[in-house]
């Protein structure tokens, strides 16, 4: 039985037809728009050694705003770890040609620095910086996948200049809604 289901997966996956490339513009995350089901794992403790991976699953629901140039994403998930949410704030930079990507944790409120970058090839990569326990990091976000109905994301850390990343969020989207 998890053979059949495992094998419809991949195979609606297979005939899921892929988006076009986004092509570095405003509209890079127009995929995005719509209802998702999120499936993510955290490490509990990053860049500490501590390889302890903990699962949440929820919602994802992401608005366009100003005509589709902007949007905004709430995240919703749970699970053995606790709850998280928040917003996903994403502006573009028309002079720059780059998007400003920001996080807003519910339970803080507190805005982190922006993640800046964009799409080539079909693949999304932001970098910004940030601090952890106290102490300066760098920050990569990485979309990949990208079809109309399915999208990876995972982000990592590094806490020596760049030289090395720890991925310490990963996370399947689906979509089960179009534009909200």
Request: proline content about 4%.
């Amino acid at each position: 039985m998890r053979i059949s289901a495992l094998f419809l997966a991949l195979w609606l996956v297979a005939l899921t037809p892929p988006l076009a490339a986004p092509s570095g513009g405003q509209h890079d995350f127009d995929f995005e728009f719509g209802s998702w089901t999120a499936h993510l794992k955290r490490i509990l403790h990053p860049l500490t050694g501590d390889k302890t991976w903990v699962a949440y699953s929820g919602t994802s629901i992401v608005h366009p705003l100003l005509g589709g140039r902007e949007n905004v994403g709430e995240l919703d998930v749970r699970g053995s770890a606790g709850a998280i949410q928040g917003l996903t704030i994403r502006t573009f930079d028309v002079t720059k040609g780059q998007w400003n990507v920001t996080w807003v944790n519910a339970r803080s409120g507190a805005l982190t620095n922006p993640m800046i970058g964009g799409f080539h090839d079909g693949v999304g990569l932001f970098y910004g910086s940030d601090t952890y326990d106290g102490k300066p990091i760098l920050v990569r976000f990485r979309f990949t996948g990208l079809t109309r109905r399915h999208f990876g994301f995972e982000q990592a850390f590094s806490g020596d200049g760049g030289k090395s990343w720890e991925v310490n969020w990963t996370a399947i989207f689906d979509k089960t809604r179009d534009k909200t």
